[in-house]
Structure formats: C-alpha cells, structure tokens
C-alpha cells in the first residue's frame, strides 16, 4: 500500500502512541477505513467508517478491531446496504455476545 509509510510518518512525527490509533473516514473515506483495518489491523485500537462499505471477505482480518459504523438509509451515493454487509459480516465473526445490548439500527439520514 503506497500511502501507508506516510501514515505512519505522520503518526510518529505527531506521537501516536501504539495501539492508540483511531481510524475514521466519511464515503470513499468510510472504504479506505474497513480497507486500512483488514491490511493493518495491529495498527488500530478502533475504527469508525461513516457511509462506506467494503468487502465482506476481509471481515476476519479485522474482526479484532472494534468498529463504530455510521449510515444514514437516505444516502442516494452510497447505498446503506454497503455498511449493514459489513456489519454483518463482522458479527458472524465475532457473536452477538460481544456486541452492545442494543440491536443495530439504521437511521434515516
């Protein structure tokens, strides 16, 4: 991944301490966070992808991550399904012991 060594200067230069490091991007930004996780997951100690998606196959490299996904069901560009699959697809992984005691719920933007 060609922009991974600048991540991790920036997160030197800055002093990110390790296994401190939170990942959030919003649309293309919400892909390139579940992308980042599933290739780096010993990089992060959360991650939060506002209206992405990614793919549902790389859920198992990322299942260690804890994960706070945000998506409103009115997003015309992407579609909210692209969140619930992951969502999904983490929770097969992980139980539904270890989610909160609410249920996922998917508000209207």
Same mark, same amino acid.
């Given at each position: 991944?060609?922009?991974? /060594?600048l991540? !991790?200067?920036? %997160? @030197?230069?800055? &002093?990110?301490?390790?296994?401190?490091a #939170?990942?959030t991007?919003?649309? @293309?930004?919400?892909?390139? *966070?579940?992308?980042l996780?599933?290739?780096?997951p010993?990089?992060?100690?959360? %991650?939060? /992808?506002?209206?992405g998606?990614?793919?549902? %196959? *790389? %859920?198992?490299? @990322? =299942? #260690?991550?804890p994960? &706070?996904?945000?998506?409103?069901?009115a997003d *015309?560009?992407?579609?909210v399904?692209?969140?619930?699959k @992951?969502?999904?697809?983490?929770?097969? !992984?992980?139980? =539904?012991?270890? !989610? /909160?005691?609410? =249920?996922?719920? &998917? /508000? *209207?933007?």
């Open positions: 991944m060609k922009f991974l /060594p991540l !991790l200067v920036s %997160a @030197m230069c800055l &002093w990110v301490a390790p296994l401190h #939170r990942l991007g919003y649309s @293309m930004g919400g892909f390139g *966070t579940f992308d996780v599933a290739r780096e010993k990089l992060f100690a959360a %991650a939060v /992808p506002v209206a998606g990614g793919n549902p %196959a *790389t %859920a198992g490299e @990322m =299942k #260690r991550v994960f &706070w996904v945000f998506h409103g069901d *015309t560009v992407v579609g399904e692209q969140s619930r @992951m969502v999904e697809a983490l929770i097969v !992984l992980i139980g =539904k012991d270890h !989610l /909160p005691d609410r =249920k996922p719920r &998917w /508000p *209207t933007s």
